[in-house]
């Protein structure tokens, strides 16, 4: 069966899965939402609905894709045998969920460690992927050489090319010394941009990218599910996802946007950089 076959199927899991998972947090959050533990800081937290979410997200993967390994942010680990690995984060922006703020999501990629042209730096390469924002209820999927999709509709991207007049996104890790070097890199980066925006939430960032309602986006510090299926969504709007210098798109450093202003974000990001050395 040749990728792109399968790539569409598994984006209509990915899809169904995602929106259903979404519509049961969404409903949780009406109904009032605690942190049930924290992670790498005081800040960085979950909730029993993220580990519910990954659970239902889990289940449902393992019935109809019984040979697939799976990837979960709050611990779900297992391993199969097709080649197709499920990296999923139930909840991203988990703290934007706490405080009933709207921008957050349930992301849902399907991932290969095949190398290929669009492998990020953790070694896996999404082919089919879904992000699901309950409070609007829009549902973003993409797969390799598909094309991206806002509820069916095509995504045609980004498409500024004048770094002054770009509406910029970026987000802050949830520890001081990475919060520390961020601030400076901000520094340098907000006098040159139209603005800034941070909501909280890369996979919501990086579709509103794909859908043109921000110019570019960048971060320091994701994980691979906060940015597994919405990289795969922008890169097939038609966005350039990119990381530092020649290095792959990931924690170093994801920046996403049209080539000119992507080009132009990476000098300055990592001059930046190479300033706090
Ligand atoms: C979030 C990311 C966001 C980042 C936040 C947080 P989470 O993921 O999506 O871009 O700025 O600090 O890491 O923790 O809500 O899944």
Redesign the pocket.
Known sequence: MTESVTASALVDIAGSLARSVGQMIHEKRAAGVDVAATKSSLT?VVTEADREAERLLTEGLRSLRPEDAILG?EGASVAGTSGVTWVL?P??????YLYNLPA?AVSVAATVTDGAPGTMSDGRRAIAGAVYVPTTGELFTAWHGGGAYLDGARLSGPAETELLSTLLAT????TVERRTEQVEVLRQVLPRVRDIRRM????V?LCMLAAGRLDAYY?R???P??YAAAALIARESGAVVRGLGENAPGEELLIAGTPAITAELAGIIAEAYRTLQ
Do not use: K
């Open positions: 960085d942010e984060d909840i991203d922006g988990t703290v934007n957050y987000g802050f890790g949830y909280g939430s890369a996979a960032d971060e510090g994701l994980q599910w906060d």
